[in-house]
């Protein structure tokens, strides 16, 4: 399920860029690749082991595959924070509409 899941790293002032370029050893559109890639592994696996696998045959080194492990488990937080929010609000209308029907 495809889920429209705000981009951080786009928004990542000029000094954090920098230094996240500095320690990946990568430009700040290889860095903004990696969202996508690892938006993409996110979509395309249903287990973490399976997105694990799907990072390391990228060939990414370690410090880059950390990273998009990271943004992949910021979006599955997202997702999973998202679906609680929107049971615990259906809870509350079931409820609130039982209460008005026993008034």
Known sequence: M????PSKTQHL??????KLCHLLECDKQELLEFETLAN???EETETTYDAMMKILQKGHNLREAIFIAMIIGRSE??????A???EE???KLYQA???NRNQ
């Not at 495809?2 to 899941?5: A, D, E, G, S």
């Not at 002032?13 to 920098?18: D, K």
């Open 13 to 18: 002032n000029a000094f954090e860029i920098e």
């Open 89 to 91: 609000i259906k809870d």
């Open 97 to 99: 509409f039982r209460g």
């Open 84 to 86: 609680d929010m929107e």
């Open 2 to 5: 495809h889920m429209n899941i």
């Open 77 to 82: 937080g997202y997702i999973q924070a998202e």
């Open 40 to 42: 993409q592994i996110a």
